[in-house]
Nanobody
Framework: QVQLVESGGGLVQAGGSLRLSCAAS????????LGWFRQAPGKEREFVAS????????SYADSVKGRFTISRDNAKNTMDLQMNSLKPEDTAVYYC?????????????????WGQGTQVTVSS
């Protein structure tokens, strides 16, 4: 089992950058595929990015491709999301998530563990 805690959210102007971090507890961190999701007010939670257990394979939603970068450090039990060229439509609560399987996934239902979320607000 893994517990996840996000940090790094905040208010930023359009075009700016933020870096989110997800800290995990547990000695088996490297055995989990990890992902970032987000949920805007009145909308369903949606996939942002995922990263394989080794960190080699990554997947992104089309809406963030080329602007966001997911990474992980298995030695430190952390995962990051570097967000550049932010847009007002990126405003949402961002969640980190983990799944026990080895394959990358983009559906909410595929993930077993979730953090509490961190708010990201992009002003125009």
């Amino acid at each position: 089992q893994v517990q996840l805690v996000e940090s790094g959210g905040g208010l930023v102007q359009a075009g700016g950058s933020l870096r989110l971090s997800c800290a995990a507890s547990g000695r088996t961190f490297s055995s989990y595929v990890l992902g970032w999701f987000r949920q805007a007010p009145g909308k369903e939670r949606e996939f942002v990015a995922s990263i394989s257990r080794s960190g080699i394979n990554r997947s992104y939603a089309d809406s963030v491709k080329g602007r966001f970068t997911i990474s992980r450090d298995n030695a430190k039990n952390t995962m990051d999301l570097q967000m550049n060229s932010l847009k007002p439509e990126d405003t949402a609560v961002y969640y980190c998530a983990g799944r026990s399987a080895s394959v990358l996934a983009s559906s909410v239902q595929a993930y077993d563990y979730w953090g509490q979320g961190t708010q990201v607000t992009v002003s125009s």
